[in-house]
């Protein structure tokens, strides 16, 4: 099998790793996408920025994956839409002010912490 290299190859690989989480456990394709283009150079900030670049794309292809399959009830999805924008805008403000390796450490404890409720649960 020959080996991948280059940019392109690299970014081909993560982007299917990125889609496959993503269609498996909703957007945390982008969890595993922002390691991923820090390895592939991406400075931190730039690599929080990029993965919603990224996973924007895949989750709307995984939303209409599931709606086809009946599995989405937009009904039940959309009290939570209002209070995401919000939040959204209000991270987006807060990534800007926050020092990278700050942001660094609080991703990581939010890893770490979805991992323990995952394991427990």
Known sequence: MKKITGKWGRA???GGLCGVLNGLFG??????AVPLLKAGGLEQKKAHATSLAVILPLAVTSA????????????????????????ACAGALL????????LRR???????????RLLLK
């Open 12 to 14: 081909a690989l993560t």
């Open 95 to 102: 990534m800007k002010k926050i020092p990278a390796l700050w």
């Open 64 to 87: 209409v994956s599931y709606l086809a399959q009946g599995t989405i009830s937009v009904e039940e999805a959309l009290p939570y839409l209002p209070g995401g924008f919000l939040g």
């Open 106 to 116: 609080v991703f990581a404890l939010f890893l770490i912490y979805a991992a323990v």
């Open 27 to 32: 957007a945390g394709g982008g969890i595993a």
